[in-house]
T-cell receptor
Framework: AQSVTQLDSQVPVFEEAPVELRCNYSSSVSVYLFWYVQYPNQGLQLLLKYLSGSTLVKGINGFEAEFNKSQTSFHLRKPSVHISDTAEYFCAVSEIQGAQKLVFGQGTRLTINP | EPEVTQTPSHQVTQMGQEVILRCVPISNHLYFYWYRQILGQKVEFLVSFYNNEISEKSEIFDDQFSVERPDGSNFTLKIRSTKLEDSAMYFC????????????FGPGTRLTVL
C-alpha cells in the first residue's frame, strides 16, 4: 500500500516570492509521482509527473518538482508566484502497473498575497 | 482539447434515495475511475473500471455502490441508498491505456445528502 503526506496544510506567500510545497510518500513498490492543482470550483488538473529518468521534472505554469528517492520526497517549487497560483495543490502516487489508482495527500492550500 | 465531463454539477438528495452520477470520459480512453472528496479531507479512490469490469475497488466501495458503462460514451456511479456520510464531491477520471498515460479529471459532482 502507498501513503502520501503533505507536510503543510496551508502556505501563505507574497506575490513574486518563491514557494516550496512539501510532499513525502511511502510505498513498498515502485511508484509514479504526481502533482495536481485544483482551482476554486474546478476539477483536478495535472501540473507535472515523474515517471523515470531525470529527477527534476518541469511542469506547467512554471512549476517544477524534484524526486528524491532516498528521502522519499517529491517537493514542488516555483521561483516566483503570481496571484493566479492561488489554489489547492495535491501530491499523489500510483503503482507503475495495474489499475494505477491515485493515492493522494491531504492537499496544501497556497494563498498568494499581493 | 478533449475533456472529461460530469453531470450534474450539484445533486441534492434525501437520505435513503438512489442517485446516479454521470460522467463522459475522453472518447478514446480505456480506463475509468471514480474518486470522492469529503469536505476538508483528501481525495480518495473508489473504483477503477477497464474492459467492462471493475479492475480495482477500495474498502469504501461497498455493496451500495455500483458502476456501469451503459453505452459507448457514459460511465456512471450509482449509490443505491444514500447516507449522510456520502455527501462529498465525486470526481470521474479517465486514462488512455499505457502505463505512463495521465489520468484526466472531470470538474466533479457535489452530492449533498439531507
Amino acid at each position: 500500500a502507498q501513503s502520501v503526506t503533505q507536510l503543510d496544510s496551508q502556505v501563505p506567500v507574497f506575490e513574486e516570492a518563491p514557494v516550496e510545497l512539501r510532499c513525502n510518500y511511502s510505498s513498498s513498490v515502485s511508484v509514479y509521482l504526481f502533482w495536481y492543482v485544483q482551482y476554486p470550483n474546478q476539477g483536478l488538473q495535472l501540473l507535472l509527473k515523474y515517471l523515470s529518468g531525470s529527477t527534476l521534472v518541469k511542469g506547467i505554469n512554471g512549476f517544477e518538482a524534484e524526486f528524491n528517492k532516498s528521502q522519499t520526497s517529491f517537493h514542488l517549487r516555483k521561483p516566483s508566484v503570481h496571484i493566479s497560483d492561488t489554489a489547492e495543490y495535491f501530491c499523489a502516487v500510483s503503482e507503475i502497473q495495474g489499475a494505477q489508482k491515485l493515492v493522494f495527500g491531504q492537499g496544501t492550500r497556497l494563498t498568494i498575497n499581493p | 482539447e478533449p475533456e472529461v465531463t460530469q453531470t450534474p454539477s450539484h445533486q441534492v438528495t434525501q437520505m435513503g434515495q438512489e442517485v446516479i452520477l454521470r460522467c463522459v470520459p475522453i472518447s478514446n480512453h480505456l480506463y475509468f475511475y471514480w474518486y470522492r472528496q469529503i469536505l476538508g479531507q483528501k481525495v480518495e479512490f473508489l473504483v477503477s473500471f477497464y474492459n467492462n469490469e471493475i479492475s480495482e475497488k477500495s474498502e469504501i466501495f461497498d455493496d451500495q455502490f455500483s458502476v456501469e458503462r451503459p453505452d459507448g460514451s457514459n460511465f456512471t456511479l450509482k449509490i443505491r441508498s444514500t447516507k449522510l456520510e456520502d455527501s462529498a464531491m465525486y470526481f470521474c477520471a479517465s486514462r488512455y491505456w499505457g502505463w505512463t498515460d495521465t489520468q484526466y479529471f472531470g470538474p466533479g459532482t457535489r452530492l449533498t445528502v439531507l
